[in-house]
């Protein structure tokens, strides 16, 4: 089974979501795929996290600028891990959590949506936005 239709199965399967991830995991991935020069691509691991990866196209070195994990170590309450590579991003509120070398090895700021939090909802898509914005830049890593 390819890893796109892999991750779709997952999606469809996801029924129990207390959290109400799901629908913003759909939103993220409508709102990457929008976005102009903007590869997405998925990584399975059940019972760790199912991953849904965008690059940009104007990247050179790195794979992605953001990895939106679904962690999965209980299925039955599932949230979401947004990780990006910490100069692509800024975090004027505060709200995510400094990685060091958490993302391939490089410093990362990570924002958990872990409860139904419209605000924090829009804050992670605004990231989402900025750093497709500075990895699409000419001569990005």
Request: negative net charge.
């Amino acid at each position: 089974m390819a890893i796109e239709s892999e991750y779709e199965a997952f999606l469809k399967a996801w029924t129990e979501d207390p959290v109400g991830a799901k629908p913003v995991l759909v939103r993220y991935r409508e709102l990457l795929s929008a976005l102009p020069g903007v590869e997405l691509s998925t990584k399975c691991r059940p019972g760790v996290s199912f991953s849904l990866r965008a690059r940009a196209a104007a990247q050179q070195k790195r794979e992605l600028f953001v990895m939106v994990d679904v962690v999965d170590d209980e299925p039955e309450n599932r949230w979401l891990s947004v990780c990006f590579y910490n100069d692509l991003v800024t975090d004027p509120e505060e709200k995510g959590d400094w990685a060091p070398e958490g993302l391939n090895g490089e410093d990362a700021c990570c924002f958990n949506y872990d409860e139904a939090d419209e605000a924090q909802e829009q804050y992670i898509a605004d990231r989402l936005r900025e750093a497709a914005a500075n990895a699409g830049k000419p001569g990005a890593k």
